[in-house]
């Protein structure tokens, strides 16, 4: 007889609850799950929050640190089911679900730029309560699963509409994937409700799903979904940081480069409006001083004045050049240079000073100098020349100033100057290369030469410093500039003094009567016939008029019809006017201005104030031979 096997033990059942067993894991009841989401939500919590500590101009960081809190404490009221009251744990644990979710869709909408509202917020814990307060509800799980499922999937895809939405205003790479986990995420709750359809509808004749591993598995895919959006909201809200920080950037640029341009036209302006006058003053000086009717005492007079007025302008163009460096306008124009002939030409322009105070002045030479350097000289005899002028005037009479050079690497060239004066005083020494600084022996200048020395040292890519004499005596200024070798360049020819074929006829053109008044001072005593015209269009009608003069002297900013349009007015006329030299005499001294006469059809350029020698020299380059 064939041995029975021993029926298993069935559970007893409860009417109603019949896969309660089974779908218990759809309510975080597995202690391992349990755990690993109560972990999940908190490191999430930490990270979003720590970064919307960081960057609190994006406040979707900190509604979304908020959600991952609200599931971290979801997860311990589902862990004290069995201490609570049946079924309170259950529902205020998926209330802090239907919350949280909430939380991302607001984070979403402040993501986008649209305000949260409170009201849709609250729309699933809301459902929730109210869905409570019918009976028999909270006893059902399979209608707790169905409902919770239905509020999960809502708001997801409500989330993913506003990111898609936020798409069209700002199209960021992370964008589809988020939209993607999402909805992802949104089916994996929208197959739980699934599941629990044949409990609620048996007569649908629907098939009852008791596997737990498909629940387990839904779980799992939902918390593994949860954390990569996480990731992908983290990656979201880096990118539209970056493009944040780009269009600040972006902005500051442009706001950089419309200051830069407002203070180029204000540096025009100025050295127009301040060469101006000073032309006037300077030119009748000039001519004062060389003007035979007066008397020795007058001529000297009128010498002093034009030494002041000349002291005046190198203060003007040390606060153009400072302003010009600073909005990086200052082009520099490197070429081969003989660098012991450079250095002695400053020691021989700063011999007079020096010969007045009877102060030895001294070049020492390294034998490693190179012949020949690659630099622009213009602005290497500034530097020279301010720290030269410096150390002769706060040294006094019979003292020494000795100008050294001598390799300090290769392709650095070390240029030192030392003087046997008081020192900079102490106090001083911390804002030594400020603009208008000044130590107590300066009785002249504008404190201006240090600072435009050490702002020249840094356009060409050197360093300008200070240290105390030899033996604690005096000072020290050393300038360290990088200078590539060079060839030297060729010795030029002796240039012949300008000399005048004849006297010639000019029409000067200047809207200032002063300025027509100067060139008519400088050139009138060496029998030049000088006429003028106070406007572009008064110049044009007197070439058309005739007699044509020999060269034009234009003035660059006048009312109306200005030098350049004048220029190219005149260079479209036909005959011989249209090849009357034509000299740019104006008292803007930015190089864009001697670009655009060029481009008009300028033949030269002098800067006011007015120097009679430069203006005979470009006569003599400029006039026609017959």
């Not at 949104?186 to 009852?208: C, E, W, Y």
């Not at 213009?378 to 100033?401: C, I």
């Amino acid at each position: 007889m064939a041995t029975r096997r021993p029926a298993r033990r069935r559970g007893r059942h409860r009417p109603g609850t019949s896969i309660a067993g089974d779908l218990s894991p759809l309510l975080f009841s597995n202690p391992l799950r349990l755990a690993l989401g109560f972990a999940l939500a908190t490191a999430f919590a930490w990270l979003f929050l720590s970064l919307w500590r960081r960057d609190r101009a994006q406040p979707a960081l900190g509604l979304w640190g908020a959600a991952h809190a609200v599931w971290a404490a979801a997860a311990l009221l589902f862990a004290a089911e069995a201490l609570l009251p049946p079924p309170l744990g259950i529902t205020l644990g998926n209330l802090a679900v239907a919350l949280g979710y909430g939380l991302v869709w607001a984070g979403a909408r402040r993501f986008a730029g649209r305000p949260a509202r409170p009201v849709a917020v609250a729309a699933g814990l809301l459902a929730w309560t109210l869905l409570t307060l019918i009976p028999g509800f909270a006893a059902q799980l399979p209608t707790r699963v169905l409902a919770i499922s239905i509020i999960v999937v809502a708001y997801d895809c409500a989330t993913a509409l506003v990111f898609r939405r936020g798409m069209r205003q700002q199209r960021l790479a992370s964008h589809f994937t988020v939209i993607f986990l999402l909805l992802a995420h949104g089916l994996t709750f929208a197959l739980r409700g699934a599941l629990v359809l044949p409990a609620l509808l048996p007569q649908a004749g629907l098939p009852l799903v008791q596997a737990p591993a498909t629940v387990a598995i839904l779980h799992i895919l939902s918390l593994a979904f949860t954390a990569a959006l996480t990731v992908a909201l983290v990656a979201l809200s880096q990118e539209q940081a970056a493009l944040t920080a780009h269009a600040v950037l972006a902005a500051a640029r442009d706001a950089a480069a419309a200051a830069s341009a407002g203070k180029s036209r204000f540096l025009a302006r100025m050295s127009h409006e301040l060469r101006t006058p000073l032309n006037g003053v300077l030119g009748i000086a000039e001519a004062l001083a060389r003007d035979p009717g007066l008397g020795p005492r007058q001529r000297e007079q009128a010498a002093t004045l034009e030494r002041a007025g000349r002291h005046l302008l190198a203060i003007v163009n040390d606060a153009l050049d400072l302003a010009r460096v600073e909005a990086g306008r200052l082009a520099l124009a490197p070429a081969p240079v003989r660098l012991r002939r450079l250095l002695e030409e400053a020691l021989e322009l700063i011999q007079p000073a020096a010969a007045a105070k009877r102060i030895r002045l001294r070049l020492d030479l390294d034998p490693g100098l190179p012949e020949g350097v690659l630099a622009d000289s213009l602005r290497l005899r500034q530097v020279l020349l301010n720290l030269l002028g410096n150390a002769v005037e706060s040294t006094p009479e019979h003292g020494r100033v000795l100008l050294c050079a001598a390799p300090a690497g290769p392709g650095l060239l070390r240029l030192a100057v030392e003087d046997s004066g008081p020192g900079i005083p102490e106090a001083l020494r911390p804002r030594l290369f400020d603009e208008f600084a000044q130590g107590p022996q300066s009785e002249v200048g504008a404190g201006l030469g240090l600072a435009i020395s050490a702002a020249l040292a840094r356009a060409m890519g050197g360093s300008l410093d200070h240290a105390p004499g030899p033996g604690g005596q005096g000072s020290r200024f050393a300038l360290t500039v990088p200078l590539a070798e060079a060839a030297p360049p060729p010795a030029p020819p002796a240039a012949p003094a300008p000399e005048l074929p004849r006297p010639l006829r000019l029409l000067v053109v200047d809207d200032a009567r002063v300025n027509r008044e100067v060139v008519r001072a400088l050139l009138r005593p060496e029998g030049h016939l000088v006429e003028e015209a106070a406007s572009g269009g008064d110049a044009i009608a007197a070439l058309r008029r005739g007699p044509l003069p020999d060269l034009v002297l234009m003035d660059l900013n006048m009312p109306g019809m200005d030098g350049l349009e004048a220029t190219a007015a005149i260079r479209a006329l036909d005959g011989p006017a249209r090849r009357v030299p034509i000299i740019a005499l104006t008292g803007d001294a930015m190089p864009e201005a001697v670009a655009a006469g060029r481009a008009a059809g300028m033949d030269g350029h002098l800067t006011k104030p007015l120097q009679r020698a430069l203006l005979l020299a470009e006569l003599a380059r400029l006039a026609p031979s017959a």
